[in-house]
T-cell receptor, first 113, second 114 residues
Framework: GQQLNQSPQSMFIQEGEDVSMNCTSS?????WLWYKQDPGEGPVLLIA?????ELTSNGRLTAQFGITRKDSFLNISASIPSDVGIYFCAGQLFGGSNYKLTFGKGTLLTVNP | EAGVTQFPSHSVIEKGQTVTLRCDPI?????LYWYRRVMGKEIKFLLHFVKESKQDESGMPNNRFLAERTGGTYSTLKVQPAELEDSGVYFC????????????FGSGTRLTVV
């Protein structure tokens, strides 16, 4: 089945620093998504990317859909303590009745105030 | 509007017992999805309902797992008999339209099989 390689597995940064994480896949996706999970909660959608090469921002977050459709990155600028959590990338390949998401293993982000 | 509700939030059972997880989707959402995250691994798709019909159950691990969605409202996921490797967090999500946009996840049920 499809697999996503997400890196890094974890990051420990100082408040105010920028963060970058990425996902790569051996197969293409039509859609790339980035989710954040806070402790005890479910994943919450941060950014959705629908077109190869697309660069999208949501506040301090910026994500790009790779031109090959096999990768994506997420940047967080000027991190703050509430950015702490697990960030997941997910790919989706529309086709027929297939709407399932394929997730990466997550990046655990810790922000030191 | 109320979000996706999952019950229980935690469950600890012994190997061989039966457990039933419940998911109440957002009202009016025809699409309901189950996912599972085993500790340290990726969140994996289990199955997808459209109303009461199973659209895709390709991710169900084996026949010890049974999902139902009677009447197209809430859904249950039963594990019988539970094994140690079934431990993990089970997430439910719902959407009005098919596709990722508008996918809302519940807080999950943490299942521990001892």
């Amino acid at each position: 089945g499809q697999q996503l390689n997400q890196s890094p597995q974890s990051m420990f940064i100082q408040e105010g620093e920028d963060v970058s994480m990425n996902c790569t896949s051996s197969s293409i996706f039509n859609t790339w998504l980035w989710y954040k999970q806070d402790p005890g909660e479910g994943p919450v959608l941060l950014i959705a990317l629908y077109k190869a090469g697309e660069l999208t921002s949501n506040g301090r977050l910026t994500a790009q859909f790779g031109i090959t459709r096999k990768d994506s990155f997420l940047n967080i600028s000027a991190s703050i303590p509430s950015d702490v959590g697990i960030y997941f990338c997910a790919g989706q390949l529309f086709g027929g009745s297939n709407y399932k998401l394929t997730f990466g293993k997550g990046t655990l982000l810790t922000v030191n105030p | 509007e109320a979000g996706v509700t999952q019950f229980p939030s935690h469950s600890v059972i012994e190997k061989g017992q039966t457990v039933t997880l419940r998911c109440d989707p957002i009202s009016g959402h025809d699409n309901l999805y189950w996912y599972r995250r085993v500790m340290g691994k990726e969140i994996k798709f289990l199955l997808h309902f459209v109303k009461e019909s199973k659209q895709d159950e390709s991710g169900m691990p084996n026949n010890r797992f049974l999902a139902e969605r009677t009447g197209g409202t809430y859904s249950t996921l039963k594990v019988q008999p539970a094994e140690l490797e079934d431990s993990g967090v089970y997430f439910c999500a719902s959407s009005q339209r098919q596709g990722a946009y508008g996918y809302t996840f519940g807080s999950g049920t943490r299942l521990t099989v001892v």
